[in-house]
């Protein structure tokens, strides 16, 4: 990678029910990648594509608050928790521009997600705003043909830390070192009885115990 003098703004998406370590490294591995780079996790309020999430805004924000404490380089951004409307990424990311104006703005997106990204609203314009960059998962397939393979042809870069060099307009892609857990999961082993430790922050665990989170 290069170093770039671009500020890099990187912005990491989720319902974070519950936030875990799957999401803290993926935020750890672009710090990693991108110099100087800033991270916000956004947690979403009403997620378009998603069932309404069983924790409440106040109690995922609690937790990442927990799981960030004394954390360089990451922070939390709740503007979406903010909006009573479906947490639309084109609309956040026209509000997110404004602000840090000409600067690198990458926006993370699973393989499963960017295979789909034609059923996203207004998609075409994503690239108007920002970068993306698809963070490649175990036992998910990079799409290879349809309109969302073609329109990252049209716009990839060979080497995703190049990203940092575009205010916006281009598709990378990042292989992450596996680390298979995901929120669903954690939710359904509590449900289950079982315990999740060691898939997330133990100050997590405590506090979803506390609460009672995902029982039902």
């Known amino acids: 990678?290069?170093?770039?003098?671009?500020?890099?703004?990187?912005?990491?998406?989720?319902?974070?029910?519950?936030?875990?370590?799957?999401?803290?490294?993926?935020?750890?591995?672009?710090?990693?990648?991108?110099?100087?780079?800033?991270?916000?996790?956004?947690?979403?309020?009403?997620?378009?594509?998603?069932?309404?999430?069983?924790?409440?805004?106040?109690?995922?924000?609690?937790?990442?608050?927990?799981?960030?404490?004394?954390?360089e380089g990451i922070e939390i951004d709740a503007r979406e928790l903010e909006r009573d409307e479906p947490s639309y990424s084109v609309v956040t990311l026209k509000n997110i521009r404004k602000e840090v104006g000409e600067s690198s703005l990458i926006f993370l997106m699973g393989t499963d997600a960017f295979a789909k990204l034609n059923q996203w609203y207004q998609w075409r314009n994503l690239l108007e705003l920002t970068n993306i960059l698809v963070i490649e998962r175990p036992n998910n397939d990079f799409p290879v043909d349809g309109e969302v393979a073609d329109y990252y042809a049209q716009h990839q870069v060979e080497d995703a830390t190049e990203l940092a060099q575009y205010s916006h307009g281009k598709i990378g892609r990042f292989t992450m070192p596996l680390l298979d857990i995901s929120s669903t999961k954690i939710r359904q082993q509590i449900k289950c009885g079982k315990s999740p430790r060691f898939l997330l922050p133990n100050a997590i665990l405590d506090y979803i115990e506390t609460h009672q989170l995902y029982r039902d």
């Open 1 to 71: 990678m290069s170093n770039s003098e671009k500020a890099v703004h990187i912005i990491l998406g989720g319902t974070f029910n519950p936030v875990h370590f799957g999401h803290l490294r993926m935020a750890q591995e672009m710090l990693n990648q991108f110099f100087e780079a800033k991270v916000s996790l956004m947690p979403s309020a009403f997620p378009p594509h998603r069932d309404k999430p069983s924790a409440t805004p106040e109690q995922r924000i609690e937790m990442l608050q927990l799981a960030l404490k004394n954390s």
